[in-house]
Structures are given as C-alpha cells and as structure tokens.
C-alpha cells in the first residue's frame, strides 16, 4: 500500500485563488519525501489536505488508503505534524508538553511516559526535560516539536519548514535527528522545505512544486535522467578543440555536458589525440539545487545556473 496518494487534485480557495491544479503522486512507505517549492507554490496548502483539514476542490487523495475527505479523523491520528509556526507551551517543562500532547491523542500515561523516554533522548533533551521550554534554545525547541509531532507513532510525518529560524548548525542538528528517527521509526515524512541543502542530505523522493503545478517528481536519478542526466565535464588546457554545447567554466577553462563515463573518455582522448594539452579534466554532477531549478524554469536547462542560486541554497 502507498503511504500517500495524490489524484488529480485541484484546490482552488473562497477567495478565487487557485493553489492546487491537478496535481498527481504516490509516496511508497519509508521514503523521505521532499516538497520543494517557493512561497505560495501550494505546499502547506497540499499539507493541509493530506491532514483532512482542507477539502480538495477536485480529485482524491489518500493516507494508507484512507480518503483525507471521508476519513479526515483517523487520517489524522495516522499523522504527525510539525508547522512552521508550532510553538511548545513555554511555562511547561520539556516532558509536561509531552505529557499534554499525549493526553490529547488519548494516549494512556504510561506509555506516554514510555514513548517520551525514548524520543527526549534521541533529541537529545533527557537532561533538560524538566526545566521549563521558556529556557530552551530554538534548536531545542525544534527538537521537542519534533518530539511531539512523534509521541502518538505516526505513520506519516508532515514537516513544514522543520529547520526555519535555526542557525546552520542547529538546521544541520535537527536535520540529522530527523533522518536518524526515520530510520529508526520506519515513518515516511513529507518534508516541505526552501533549504535544498537540508533536503539532499535526508530525501529519497522528490516533487518540485511551482504555483500550485507539480513540475518534477521522482527520486534524485529519475529526475536526472529526465533532463538529459546533466554531468558535464570541466576542461583545462591548451589548443582545445570547440566542442558541442561547450561554455566557460569559472576559473577558466571550459564546460561541455555529457552523459556518461565513456563519453568523457572518448572527449579526452580526442583532445589528446588532437593536438590539445590538457591540465585538468573533472566531472561535475548536478546538485539539488541545480535539479530543481532545472524544472522551475524548463527553459533554461543548461550550464548559465550562476545567479539564480540563491545564498545558502534556499529556493527563491
Ligand atoms: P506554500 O506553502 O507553498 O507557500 P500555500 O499553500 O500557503 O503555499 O499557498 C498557495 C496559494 O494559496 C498562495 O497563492 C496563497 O496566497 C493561497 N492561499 C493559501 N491559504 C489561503 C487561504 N486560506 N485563503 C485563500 N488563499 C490562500
């Protein structure tokens, strides 16, 4: 069974506006899903949905084969989630707000207290779980969202923007913790997220969203070999031959996109063959961020990504 199924969803709001058009996907159970999209792609609005606290204007849309619409109340208790904007309650200590939120998932205190053990401590917060969450860094405080978000062993977790307000330090903290416990939970995450950087390092699924359109789905290869698989080699020599598709590479020298190890191969030993002299010769794969913005804007799939990056690999 798919932990998730998306089918031809459309969601369009009171207002007029139109967030979801007919938008299609399954996540197979396990995997690390990364929704990645910009601001007002439609994200949290599909997260909203897959929760059952939004209807679909248009298609279905299922977790473990429950419909989000009909069964909206078990769908629920299927689902973790931690928002953006989740806050812990401040004057209660580490443990008191698991306690709290497991009472209301109608969880019975001993396994509560069972189940908190173990996740204050792979969060890391065994020792600070009795002083009160006002004292808790914002990485701690992630961290017991997190916590929280896991307590009633959810089978699908949302995470909207898990790492947002964290310092790269504590977004690289958090982000290990969530792939440590996904392994460790067997749980499939939805992950929404501007931070490329932090979804490579965790992600096994993609979908790119852009103004309510799903633009790219798949795992990192299959999204690769839809564009061409877009390696491309980096050249420096003397008396280089113009080779097809070929641009300056920063630093000097020069770029040409191939596809394969005996392509290369067959590059370099022309160049040699030919006259040229080569200093340097490297392969250099794609990267998320080239990925994905490979699918933003189809158009200009290429080599000219310099300056649609944004600083620090967020999506812009
Ligand atoms: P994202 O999470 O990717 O930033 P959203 O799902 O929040 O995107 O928003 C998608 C679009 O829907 C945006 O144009 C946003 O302004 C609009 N939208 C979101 N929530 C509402 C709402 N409650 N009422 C009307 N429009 C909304």
Redesign the pocket.
Known sequence: MQAITVEKVGKV???G?K?LSDVSFEIPQGEVFGFL???????????RLLNGILNPTAGHASVHGLDVTKQAGEVHHLCGVLTETAAPYESLTGLENLKFFGRLHGMDEKRILSRAAGLLQAMELTEHRDKKVKAYSTGMKKRLLLARALLHEPKVLFL?EPTSGLDPEASANVTAMIGGLVKQEGVTVFL?THQLKYAEEICTLYGF?QQ?ELMGFGTFEELLARQGGRTRLVLRGENLPVLAGAEYASGGGMAVPVRDDAEVSEILRNILTGGGQLYEARQERWGLEELYFSYREPKSIGLKLEGKKEEGGEVA
């Open positions: 709001y009171q207002s506006t967030a999209g910009p601001n007002g792609a439609g994200k949290t609005t599909m997260v909207d929404c969203m309510g």
